[in-house]
Every structure is written in structure tokens, then in C-alpha cells.
T-cell receptor, first 114, second 115 residues
Framework: ETGVTQSPTHLIKTRGQQVTLRCSSQ?????VSWYQQALGQGPQFIFQ???????GRGNFPPRFSGLQFPNYSSELNVNALELDDSALYLC?????????????FGPGTRLTVL | AQSVAQPEDQVNVAEGNPLTVKCTYS??????LFWYVQYPNRGLQFLLK??????LVKGSYGFEAEFNKSQTSFHLKKPSALVSDSALYFC?????????????FGAGTRLTVKP
């Protein structure tokens, strides 16, 4: 086990709704990254938070936003859900912001948008 | 921007035989390369990484990978496959430059080990 937890495990929403996904990083890990993994594809980088500030973003629209808290937890918020947002959402924590660090992944949240 | 290709969607091997899962990359500068494995309905588990140094990297569960700069490859290998190795394998690359941890994944290779 990586020590990274995510909640909920599964979630069903309808188009246009908003959703919040949660992640708890390993203790002491000050960097968290979020990824979207569509069915049959590799994970795609959404954004990264380092010491509670966004520190890089992939090719995702502003309706994807996040927060990181001092207690090593973080959130991914998605507004105005679209059908294509259906995916497995993964968070990953690293001990520092160094690029050589290994990212340790949580089990993911499966989001279904109807 | 960095990218990764996993040319095989599926690899089938018999238990006890050696296995290879292929990965090629494209990045400016020296890459940071990673292999992860994903079991059904689970997150990604780290297997090994290459940052610098010896081109042959040894990782978890008997896996190893060889970094080949001239061929821009980082193939995953195991001398003797187990049925329990059956899973989805992802290669990933990070550029050593930039200001974030953007890691680019390949599309994945499904490994099936038959008894």
C-alpha cells in the first residue's frame, strides 16, 4: 500500500452537476498531483499542488480546479460536468517537489457522468 | 513536450518464460523514466525508475528495465513470468526541465501470463 487514500471509491453524477473528489497524501508529502484516466488510456496530468499552491497544469479547462490543505489532504473539483469527464481520477503524492521523486498513487475514484 | 509510446497493446507469454514490455520515449534532455503496474480496479503501483547512473535498473517483484539512450527506449523485462504478473503496465516520462511534475504516460500494455 502507498499510504495514499481517495474518497469516494465510486461516484455517479449527471451532466451539468459539480463534483468534489478527495485525496489524503502520505504524511510529510508536500506535493500532490491529479490525473484523469479514461477507459483504455493512460493517465493524463491535470495539475499539481506544492505547498498549497498550484504548481503546473495540464491541458484541462478551468472548470477543473483544486485545493491542497496543510494536513496533506487535497481536493479536485469539477464544475459543469460533461459526459467525457467519466473516468478514473487518480491522485499521487511525492515527498518534495523534485522532479526525480517517485509519485505514489491512490486507488482512484471512478466517476460516471450520465 | 515529452511523450511515451508503448507499441504493443497486448503481450502474451507463458508462465516461466521471459517477458518484455516495450517503451520508447521522446524528451528534450536526459529523461526521468518510470514503470507502473495497474491491477483491475486499482491505482498505479510503482515498479522502478531511471534517473541517472547504471542503465540497468532493478525494481519490485523481480522486474528490471534497461535505459538505452541511442534507441530512446526503456523496455521492462523479467526473466521468468508469473501468472500473477498479468496486469496493465504503464511507462511514463518526465522532462528534467520545467517547473512541475507533469508525467506523461503511455497508453499501456496489457500483459497476460498463461499457465
Amino acid at each position: 500500500e502507498t499510504g495514499v487514500t481517495q474518497s469516494p471509491t465510486h461516484l455517479i453524477k449527471t451532466r451539468g452537476q459539480q463534483v468534489t473528489l478527495r485525496c489524503s497524501s502520505q504524511s510529510g508529502h508536500n506535493t500532490v498531483s491529479w490525473y484523469q484516466q479514461a477507459l483504455g488510456q493512460g493517465p493524463q496530468f491535470i495539475f499539481q499542488y506544492y505547498r498549497e499552491e498550484e504548481n503546473g497544469r495540464g491541458n484541462f479547462p478551468p472548470r477543473f480546479s483544486g485545493l491542497q490543505f496543510p494536513n496533506y489532504s487535497s481536493e479536485l473539483n469539477v464544475n459543469a460536468l460533461e459526459l467525457d469527464d467519466s473516468a478514473l481520477y487518480l491522485c499521487a503524492s511525492t515527498p518534495t517537489g523534485r522532479r526525480a521523486d517517485t509519485q505514489y498513487f491512490g486507488p482512484g475514484t471512478r466517476l460516471t457522468v450520465l | 513536450a515529452q511523450s511515451v509510446a508503448q507499441p504493443e497493446d497486448q503481450v502474451n507469454v507463458a508462465e516461466g518464460n521471459p517477458l518484455t514490455v516495450k517503451c520508447t520515449y521522446s524528451v528534450s534532455g536526459n529523461p526521468y523514466l518510470f514503470w507502473y503496474v495497474q491491477y483491475p480496479n486499482r491505482g498505479l503501483q510503482f515498479l522502478l525508475k531511471y534517473i541517472t547512473g547504471d542503465n540497468l535498473v532493478k525494481g519490485s517483484y523481480g522486474f528490471e528495465a534497461e535505459f538505452n539512450k541511442s534507441q530512446t527506449s526503456f523496455h521492462l523485462k523479467k526473466p521468468s513470468a508469473l501468472v500473477s504478473d498479468s496486469a496493465l503496465y504503464f511507462c511514463a516520462v518526465k522532462s528534467p526541465r520545467g517547473n512541475n511534475n507533469d508525467m506523461r504516460f503511455g497508453a499501456g500494455t496489457r500483459l497476460t501470463v498463461k499457465p
